[in-house]
């Protein structure tokens, strides 16, 4: 056996093997005599079928296992031995010699073409100019956000007379002139909310309402003829809805209401954990600090973005072997066209691109990430999730036995250190480039995105 490497240029090479009788013969002989031993063929006893006839039903399936098996090895240990670092898959070449005899040939020649990784020639320096924005916290968003902790931990409690925002429980019964309609809609433990009534004039007759006081209404008007709201008060599908004009009696059997949690110690402890906020002061000061902190987290998710597009800047100039690596795409993936992977393609290789300047900084800044690192990531992510519910402080145990579970997914395990790496890499480039800090409101810092996507 042969095997050579030809250089087509710096980004890919032909690589040739050449395959003897003597490599393949024995293994061949080999696996022939095993199917003569199995084959069960109607004239001859079982294992006595002439090996001429085992060749000639065979031999060319047979041998075309075999010379794919011997290419398949040659060509991945050559690829390792010689350390050649390769984009994908070696993929058959163009220039592939003639179509395989397997019948009459006993020498044979494969050739495959290999895309090469590119060279990156680029660091980063104080002459890379990026802006850290941070969210300017007031006192409207540490409002909006306890206002939103008294409401989670709410209680309820049941009521005399309506607010806008109770839930009012009754009789719903369909009406004609005023009474009752035989066979018309009857809801029991009917539910309304004042508040979501789309038309005001339905809406006041249901403020300072008291249990057992009856109301007469029209639901087609209370949600302004919209049959999806009509159809899930009245408990009707939506095409009868449509048509649904009548008035409603409503009888008042219960009215309940949220209470907001005070504002005291006891909500404190609920929140942040007991005896880590003693006052109203320590309390919005420490709301003020947790929507910071979610914010920062806002901040560095920017910051990261831009400096991927400053990689992506950096590496603009990095050419592939394109033809090589559609090819090697197309034969990958069985159920994309050639006009498919056209059209997929320059997003692949701008990942490419952002991938080979990650890797090399991670390289040249000596990255390394470990089990602690991809852990606290998984542990950040699950503090992240419970505070969305307003559960500041969670139990130690609750919250190992959660990152356990998740660290068990290779999928979480491989995204979690990703997000290890993206974040060891953009605080050490913090040092390593000009960075302008800016202070911006937080419409200011969203609305960033909606400018730079109409643009």
């Known amino acids: 056996m042969n095997i050579s490497l030809n250089n087509s240029d710096a980004l890919s090479g032909v690589l040739k093997i050449d395959v003897e009788k003597n490599d393949y013969e024995g293994n061949l002989e080999k696996s022939l005599r095993e199917i003569r031993q199995k084959a069960n063929i109607p004239g001859f006893r079982k294992g006595m079928v002439p090996m001429s006839m085992i060749k000639k039903m065979y031999g060319s399936y047979v041998l075309a296992e075999e010379l794919n098996k011997i290419v398949t090895k040659s060509m991945t240990d050559y690829i390792n031995e010689n350390k050649i670092n390769i984009l994908g898959k070696p993929v058959q070449s163009k220039t592939d010699p003639k179509k395989l005899d397997l019948e009459n040939d006993e020498s044979f020649e494969f050739s495959f073409d290999l895309a090469y990784h590119p060279k990156l020639n680029f660091a980063l320096s104080k002459k890379d100019k990026l802006t850290y924005y941070k969210i300017k916290i007031d006192d409207e968003m540490v409002n909006k956000q306890i206002d939103s902790y008294t409401n989670t931990y709410a209680s309820f409690e049941e009521v005399e007379r309506s607010e806008e925002e109770d ?26 909310i004042p508040k979501y009534m789309k038309e005001e004039t339905e809406q006041k007759k249901f403020i300072g309402i008291g249990v057992g006081e009856e109301i007469i209404f029209n639901p087609y008007e209370a949600c302004k003829g919209l049959d999806t709201e009509v159809a899930l008060l009245l408990k009707i599908d939506k095409e009868k809805a449509k048509e649904m004009k009548s008035d409603f009696s409503f009888e008042v059997q219960k009215i309940t209401r949220n209470k907001k949690a005070e504002l005291n110690v006891e909500l404190y402890d609920k929140i942040f954990g007991e005896g880590v906020v003693k006052d109203e002061t320590e309390f919005r000061e420490k709301t003020k600090s947790v929507i910071a902190e979610q914010y920062t987290l806002e901040s560095e998710y920017r910051f990261a973005r831009d400096f991927h597009n400053l990689l992506l800047e950096k590496s603009k100039n990095i050419t592939f072997a394109d033809d090589i690596l559609k090819r090697g795409l197309l034969a990958t993936n069985e159920n994309k066209t050639k006009e498919d992977i056209e059209i997929e393609y320059p997003l692949i290789a701008k990942n490419l691109r952002y991938q080979f300047a990650r890797e090399k900084l991670v390289l040249d800044l000596g990255i390394e990430v470990r089990e602690n690192d991809v852990k606290s990531v998984a542990e950040r992510t699950v503090k ?55 202070e911006i409101t937080c419409a200011e810092f969203f609305n960033m995105d909606i400018d730079e996507n109409e643009n």
């Open 384 to 438: 992240v999730q419970y505070a969305r519910y307003g559960m500041m402080s969670v139990p130690e145990s609750l919250l190992n036995n959660h990152v356990e579970k998740m660290m068990e997914d290779p999928d979480n395990v491989m995204k979690f250190t990703e997000r290890a790496i993206e974040e060891k890499l953009t605080e050490i480039a913090k040092e390593k480039i000009s960075i302008e800090e800016k």
């Open 167 to 192: 839930l009012m429980e009754g009789l719903m019964v369909e009406l004609v002139g005023g009474e009752p309609v035989s066979e018309g809609i009857v809801i029991k433990n009917a539910k309304v």
